[in-house]
Structure formats: C-alpha cells, structure tokens
C-alpha cells in the first residue's frame, strides 16, 4: 500500500507517556495544598493537553491569575515527585524507531512547556526519533490549530499528508482545525466515546493496536 502520510504527529501525556493519573493527582494535590476547590478526576483529565493557563483557567475559573504562579509551583512539586514512576507506554519506543526506519517525518506537539518536553526527551532518550516539536508555551495551547500548523510547515510538507495522534478530545479538535486526519488512542486521559465525537479515522485501545494501524494505514 502506498504511503498515506508523510508527517506523524504525536501528542506526548496520555499517547506516548504514561502520564495522565500523575498529572490529575499533581493537580488535585496543587489545589488541595492552597485550599483551592479540588476538581474530580475526570475534571483534572479533561485538561491534559491543555497549556497550563489555559488547565488553571478551565478548572478554576474564579481564581485571579495573579494566583496562577502559587499553583503552578505546588503542582510542579507534586508532578516531579510523580513523575519519577512514569514512563512510556510499552512498545512506545520500539513503535517511534520503526517509524522512523520506514521514513516517516515523526513530530510532537504537546501541552507541556518546553522545559518539560526535554526534560521527558533526555529522561526517555527517543528525542532522537523526532525531526521537530512544538510546546505548548511557544504560540497557540490547543485546540487552536497553531501547533500543528508551525510543525506542517517547518516540516514542509502538507494537511493532507500529515495525520495527528492523541488522546484528548483538545488532539482532536486542532486537527480539525488544521484540516489534518486524526487517530484516536484510548489508553489516555479522555473516554473513547469523547474521542469518537471527533470523527478520526480509528480509536485505538493501546500501543500495541496503535503500531498495527500505522504499520498498515500511514
């Protein structure tokens, strides 16, 4: 089958890494911390995906961003500490290195800052694999379509020869936005029945699933 895709953009929490329970705990531990009212699970997974302005504003609506930075260190305390049992999902970087054999352009977009994708690169040593990335705290938080538009071009190809993975509804809703096909994951942060609102081309149950459809469809 001839190639579909040139360029495979991949979400980072909750697609590649492991990462959406100790994302939800750090935040509800951060709010817990400042006696702050602490969202429910489902609230704190919403947000995953989101830029960190845009998570606080959604999950606190009535809290003056002058109060942001307070949150923000409680929940990098928690997250650090959490973060040190995370890792990929199994078969995620075998899954990256095949790609990349095949000739794949491999990119991330993500809502994590820039500090916090390197840090995650070096830590899981696939920073290799990518030929671009994009943060959340470089332009446009999704959905907005700006991440995967900087990645298009920097990448120099087209929204029809580029195919977004992720798995929030916010992966979903920028790839429409950038006229871009998506694939759906199910082993992260949103319900599978959010994700299938959003029309992809399949939803995926886990790593394993995800590197069979690739291998057939990209």
């Not at 750090?26 to 702050?36: E, P, V």
């Not at 705290?137 to 977004?164: C, N, V, Y």
Request: charged share 20%.
């Amino acid at each position: 089958m001839a190639r579909q895709f040139d360029l495979l953009v991949f979400d980072w929490d909750g697609t590649l890494m492991d990462s959406a329970a100790c994302i939800a705990n750090a935040l509800q531990a951060a709010c817990r911390d400042l006696a702050f009212p602490v969202p429910s699970e489902r609230d704190a997974r919403y947000i995953i995906g989101l830029g960190l302005n845009d998570a606080l504003a959604h999950i606190l609506p009535g809290l003056a961003r002058t109060e942001y930075p307070r949150v923000v260190e409680r929940y990098r305390h928690h997250f650090l500490l959490g973060d040190q049992e995370t890792g990929l999902f199994e078969g995620a970087a075998e899954m990256l290195a095949e790609l990349h054999r095949a000739g794949h352009l491999l990119a991330v977009a993500t809502g994590k800052s820039r500090r916090g994708l390197e840090r995650a690169l070096q830590a899981t040593a696939i920073g290799p694999y990518f030929h671009a990335t994009r943060c959340a705290d470089e332009g446009f938080s999704k959905p907005h379509p700006g991440m995967l538009q900087w990645l298009i071009a920097e990448l120099k190809t087209t929204p029809e020869r580029t195919l977004m993975i992720g798995d929030t509804t916010h992966d979903m809703q920028m790839a429409q936005a950038a006229g871009v096909a998506r694939l759906a994951v199910a082993h992260g942060a949103h319900d599978a029945c959010d994700l299938l609102g959003y029309e992809p081309l399949a939803c995926v149950a886990d790593c394993a699933t995800l590197r069979k459809w690739l291998r057939v469809n990209a």
